[in-house]
């Protein structure tokens, strides 16, 4: 319970603790505490409100039977709190929750236990499936390089090959003046000129 007592700008909150110990709390208002009574106040002469002493009775009767009531179902709360904790603590509850507890136990184990196992097949499927796509990458990389070689080899023929058969036309010591008579018995004019399409549009006489 709580009452406001209100004055010159200053009200103050009285706090009914339940143990009837009475809290005061200052709060201030608008005005500060140094301001001067209002005009309209000046001279004013607070009276308080009349109280009914037949009502003051029934309130106070009320509220002590609102302690009465309050306190007593306090305490059946109270005694009902510590009469569950001691059956859960050393009664049959215990018991029960000590077996329900082994029982949760044991089948989260064989939980576990299941559940360990399915880990490990697929782990053991999954290594599996790595292996043999590591060993058949391994495979077609060797395959790869094998016909990478063979094909350098291929080029490396066809090159010799190309070679020697240039070399039946190269110029030596033996055939100098064989190729010297033949260049001059048929002589070549390469100052010419071709179109677009590569034929040759025009071609000057050998002097």
Same mark, same amino acid.
């Given at each position: 319970?709580?009452?406001?007592?209100?004055?010159?700008?200053?009200?103050?909150?009285?706090?009914?603790?339940?143990?009837?110990?009475? %809290?005061?709390?200052?709060?201030?208002?608008?005005?500060? !505490? $140094?301001?001067?009574?209002?005009? /309209?106040?000046?001279?004013?002469?607070?009276?308080?409100?009349?109280?009914?002493?037949? +009502?003051?009775?029934?309130?106070?009767?009320?509220?002590?039977?609102?302690?009465?009531?309050? !306190?007593?179902?306090?305490?059946?709360?109270?005694?009902?709190?510590?009469?569950?904790?001691? +059956?859960?603590? $050393?009664? /049959?509850?215990?018991?029960?929750? /000590?077996?329900?507890?082994?029982?949760?136990?044991?089948? %989260?184990? @064989?939980?576990?236990?299941?559940?360990?196992? !399915?880990? %490990?097949?697929?782990?053991?499927? !999954?290594?599996?499936?790595?292996?043999?796509? @590591?060993?058949?990458?391994?495979?077609? @990389?060797?395959?790869?390089?094998?016909?990478?070689?063979?094909?350098?080899?291929?080029?490396?023929?066809? +090159?010799?090959?190309?070679?020697?058969?240039?070399?039946?036309?190269?110029?030596?010591?033996?055939? %100098?003046?064989?190729?010297?008579?033949?260049?001059?018995?048929?002589?070549?004019?390469?100052?010419?000129?071709?179109?677009?399409?590569?034929?040759?549009?025009k071609q000057t006489m050998l002097q």
């Amino acid at each position: 319970m709580f009452q406001v007592i209100g004055g010159r700008g200053v009200q103050v909150t009285r706090l009914l603790a339940p143990g009837r110990a009475v %809290l005061v709390e200052a709060v201030r208002g608008r005005k500060s !505490r $140094t301001d001067t009574v209002a005009k /309209s106040k000046q001279g004013r002469i607070k009276v308080p409100p009349p109280v009914d002493p037949t +009502e003051m009775v029934v309130l106070k009767e009320r509220y002590a039977e609102y302690e009465m009531i309050t !306190r007593a179902l306090r305490l059946e709360f109270k005694e009902e709190v510590l009469r569950k904790k001691y +059956e859960e603590e $050393t009664g /049959s509850m215990a018991e029960e929750r /000590s077996r329900q507890e082994a029982e949760e136990h044991r089948a %989260l184990m @064989a939980f576990n236990d299941q559940e360990n196992l !399915r880990m %490990l097949q697929q782990r053991v499927v !999954r290594i599996q499936m790595e292996k043999e796509e @590591a060993e058949n990458k391994q495979v077609e @990389a060797a395959i790869e390089r094998e016909l990478q070689q063979q094909e350098f080899i291929k080029e490396k023929e066809r +090159e010799i090959l190309k070679l020697q058969e240039d070399a039946k036309n190269f110029i030596t010591l033996e055939n %100098l003046d064989q190729r010297i008579e033949e260049a001059l018995d048929s002589p070549k004019n390469y100052n010419f000129a071709v179109d677009k399409e590569g034929r040759v549009v025009k071609q000057t006489m050998l002097q």
